[in-house]
């Protein structure tokens, strides 16, 4: 006897993964350099050379010490160090033991999740949102996932929508900026206006509403912006991050849960996220790549072709006509299609070898994301064909 909505989850492949997938038998008929997959947000740039040093300098240790477990929550050394970072940067007063070390932020949300879930309650998600979102909630936290609408004009907060989500049951809000998909990054007046939202509800309903920040993007940002640090706006936040993104380390499976000591109940907040980690069997954080994030604590790769990409595509589809907020944040472009079926649009781009993944998957249907982390001369190479399909919408 199986567990069938486990099946299913395993069954049902993500349309990112599927569409991953058919790129891989395109090339195979086509070739590789003419299969265009923006669907995936696979970071395109090297780890910085910090990286390699690192992991060089570590592996000329000792490798029982290096390789054996660490403390469950992560080696007291690493945490430090990545607490002092925080400080340097943010101006805050954490020390090693507001950090649970994970292996990226999809454990980091589960951990997180799981740690505050109870019988009954609401966990609010904002679209357009990271889809592994409602699995975390439902499969894995047993809590319901309450989906609000986007707001479409620029992808900050539609807080009208948000407000009526909001009920006594309500145990956290999820939020993503810089965003995946749309690449929004959340303004000082949004941050502030939750935060004043939330806390207005809090006293409402006589109990914390916690505020969930996935950052796996935090430092991917353009133009000069910055994107202000959620715990500083509201005290019952916990922040999810990973270095995937900002390292290039997404196969190594690196990041943390910080649950700041001014959020409600914090001590015993961080007990449960570490007795998540144990329930869900994601003790010890891989113990080579603990070592390197600590070395290369506020390094980042070469996020400038991020920006080169963003440009070129962004200026290239809008000339088109295609329409399109001008994401300020992360590596995608979340445009709206030409017709308002998604899906039949993602699937007419195929014909083009063009692979993009519908809004609907992420809760914005009439949109599609176009991952750019891709080489620049991609881009390049796409842009006619972008030309093409535009021109059978009569664009
Ligand atoms: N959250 C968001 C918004 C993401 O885009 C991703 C990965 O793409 C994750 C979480 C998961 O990140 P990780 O690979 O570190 O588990």
Not at 164 to 190: D, F
Request: aromatic residues 10%.
């Amino acid at each position: 006897m199986i567990n069938q909505s486990m099946a299913a989850l395993g069954n049902n492949r993500s349309t990112i993964r599927e569409l991953f997938e058919y790129g891989n038998s395109r090339a195979a008929v086509v070739g590789r350099e003419n299969v265009f997959d923006f669907s995936i947000g696979n970071p395109n740039v090297p780890a910085p050379d910090a990286v390699r040093r690192a992991i060089l300098e570590e592996t000329a240790g000792d490798p029982v010490a290096l390789h054996g477990y660490t403390s469950a929550q992560g080696a007291a050394d690493v945490r430090r160090t990545l607490a002092d970072d925080l400080n340097r940067r943010f101006g805050t007063d954490y020390t090693g033991d507001c950090l649970y070390l994970t292996a990226g932020a999809a454990a980091a949300l589960s951990c997180a999740f799981q740690a505050i879930a109870c019988p009954g309650d609401e966990f609010i998600v904002l679209a357009p949102y990271f889809p592994e979102y409602k699995m975390f909630i439902e499969s894995g936290a047993g809590a319901k996932c309450v989906v609000v609408p986007p707001a479409v004009q620029d992808f900050q907060i539609d807080f009208a929508a948000l407000a009526q989500a909001l009920n006594a049951r309500t145990k956290a809000i999820v939020i993503n900026s810089p965003n995946n998909p749309s690449g929004a990054v959340y303004s000082e007046q949004t941050i502030r206006r939750l935060a004043g939202l939330l806390a207005e509800k809090e006293e409402q309903y006589g109990h914390p509403i916690y505020l969930v920040s996935d950052e796996p993007y935090r430092e991917i940002i353009y133009d000069g912006i910055e994107a202000p640090f959620v715990p500083q706006y509201y005290e019952n936040t916990i922040v999810c991050y990973s270095y995937s993104k900002s390292l290039s380390l997404p196969g190594e499976r690196i990041g943390y849960v910080l649950v700041p000591p001014q959020a409600a109940d914090s001590a015993d907040l961080y007990a449960a996220v570490c007795g998540a980690g144990r329930a869900l069997g994601y003790v010890c954080a891989p113990s080579l790549f603990q070592r390197v994030a600590a070395r290369c604590a506020g390094q980042t790769s070469d996020i400038t072709v991020y920006q080169t990409n963003r440009d070129l595509l962004y200026n290239g589809l809008t000339e088109m006509g295609y329409r399109c907020v001008k994401p300020q944040g992360a590596f995608y472009l979340f445009p709206q299609t030409l017709e308002p079926d998604d899906r039949a649009f993602c699937e007419r781009a195929k014909k083009y070898d063009l692979l993009v993944v519908p809004g609907t998957d992420f809760g914005a249907p009439g949109h599609m994301r176009i991952s750019y982390c891709v080489q620049t001369e991609t881009i390049r190479r796409a842009l006619p064909l972008f030309k093409k399909l535009a021109e059978e919408y009569g664009c």
